[in-house]
């Protein structure tokens, strides 16, 4: 590579080196400029970071209610009926417990989701207290309606 040429590279480099922040605390500067998304808007929570409901701009921008947003289609609700009804004649059987009711799941520091159904070995739920919070233990197997979030967002 020439002199000229390796200038030119060097010079791109520091330029795109200064567009990234350098520090936690600029990463915060940053974040705390944009406008703050109320905490009523957060779907789930997964590795610290929220995943809202879909439509949640449209609520900041007051061109929706949060009920309008938050709530389960009909479709969605019949399904998880029907699918509930069926697990519990043909799950529950075999050593299995099965909940529902967006069952709150506190899976690690940061990371809060909740469930359509979730399905439990027994053995699992034994000695756990009931409380009025999540649970902590992981299920077997979790059953999601498509429900609309902002999840893709944060996949990768």
């Known amino acids: 590579m020439s002199g000229v040429a390796y200038a030119t590279v060097r010079k791109k480099a520091d330029e795109w080196r200064k567009k990234i922040p350098k520090k936690q605390e600029e990463l915060t500067q940053t974040a705390s400029k944009k406008k703050r998304i109320p905490k009523e808007l957060i779907y789930e929570e997964m590795d ?3 995943i ?10 007051n061109n929706k209610t949060l009920d309008d947003i938050t709530g389960s289609s009909y479709i969605q609700s019949v399904i998880i009926k029907r699918l509930f009804k069926y697990l519990l004649i043909n ?5 299995f417990e099965v909940l529902s009711s967006e069952l709150g799941l506190h899976l690690k520091k940061g990371s809060n989701l909740a469930a359509d159904i979730a399905i439990y070995r027994i053995e ?6 009931l409380t009025n919070k999540y649970i902590s233990i992981p299920p ?10 902002s999840r893709s967002r944060y996949e990768s």
């Open 48 to 50: 610290g970071k929220p």
């Open 52 to 61: 809202y409901y879909a439509g949640y701009q449209e609520v900041i921008n």
């Open 140 to 149: 077997e197997v979790v059953v999601e309606s498509a429900r609309g979030s």
């Open 91 to 95: 799950v529950e059987e075999d050593g």
């Open 124 to 129: 699992q739920l034994e000695g756990v207290e």
